[in-house]
Nanobody, 124 residues
Framework: QVQLVESGGGLVQAGESLRLSCAFS????????VGWFRQAPREEREFVAG????????VYADSVQGRFTISRDNAKNTVYLQMNSLKPEDTAVYYC?????????????????WGQGTQVTVSS
């Protein structure tokens, strides 16, 4: 069974940075596409960034393109989300999710495993 554990959230001021981590266990990590999603209060959960299991292609939501960077370290079974130039509208609970040999990184329904989430709060 795949387990995902997010960490690295917190309270920061606008313009600052955070790095989220998603620790993966239970299966062969390098065969899983991993995505980051977020859910703000009273909003639907939305795609933020994803990295494929093969060729490590990355995809970003328009709202974070150029500010966020997703990466993976297959030796550490971990995916990172580096978030720079944070804005108050980035405030949300951030979730990582895994999809075995997934090719479409943006679709929430494709992901089989989810972490519990980590809170990110950006003050103005």
């Amino acid at each position: 069974q795949v387990q995902l554990v997010e960490s690295g959230g917190g309270l920061v001021q606008a313009g600052e940075s955070l790095r989220l981590s998603c620790a993966f266990s239970g299966r062969t990590f390098n065969s899983y596409t991993v995505g980051w999603f977020r859910q703000a209060p009273r909003e639907e959960r939305e795609f933020v960034a994803g990295i494929q299991w093969i060729v490590t292609r990355t995809v970003y939501a328009d709202s974070v393109q150029g500010r966020f960077t997703i990466s993976r370290d297959n030796a550490k079974n971990t995916v990172y989300l580096q978030m720079n130039s944070l804005k108050p509208e980035d405030t949300a609970v951030y979730y990582c999710a895994a999809d075995h040999r997934g090719l479409t990184v943006t679709q929430e329904l494709n992901y089989d495993y989810w972490g519990q989430g980590t809170q990110v709060t950006v003050s103005s």
